[in-house]
Nanobody, 128 residues
Framework: QVQLVESGGGLVQAGGSLRLSCKAS????????MGWYRQAPGKHRELVAS?????????????TNYADSVKGRFTIARDNYYTVSLQMNSLAPEDTATYYC????????????????WGQGTQVTVSS
């Protein structure tokens, strides 16, 4: 019913930049939260950045939250109502991971609680 499609991962040298994007499509009544998580080999999935408290009637970004390790380097943005992006600057080898988009979505009809949806994951590799 809902699909999240990610794009923008790749291989970059330390100090470089990448921009990830994630677009939701399907039977969507509202988007209530958006975010990015990552998982490195052998590690748990961790929150990278999120925006919550979204105004479901507009495309304005809500309250933002960042992992301490990415503060000042990564920026989450809401490009339009259904698309969230993550601008990653000053990338370091420890940022290497698979990055997953998350959106909390209320399905068409608007009578249910938000459901968590995840993107397919996109690989980010930072070489030293």
């Amino acid at each position: 019913q809902v699909q999240l499609v990610e794009s923008g991962g790749g291989l970059v040298q330390a100090g470089g930049s990448l921009r990830l994007s994630c677009k939701a499509s399907g039977n969507i009544f509202s988007v209530n939260a958006m975010g990015w998580y990552r998982q490195a080999p052998g590690k748990h999935r961790e929150l990278v950045a999120s925006t919550t408290g979204l105004d479901i009637t507009s495309a304005r970004i809500g309250n933002t939250n960042y992992a301490d390790s990415v503060k000042g380097r990564f920026t989450i943005a809401r490009d339009n109502y259904y698309t969230v992006s993550l601008q990653m600057n000053s990338l370091a080898p420890e940022d290497t991971a698979t990055y997953y988009c998350h959106q909390a979505i209320v399905l068409g009809g608007g009578i249910n609680r938000p459901t968590d949806y995840w993107g397919q994951g996109t690989q980010v590799t930072v070489s030293s």
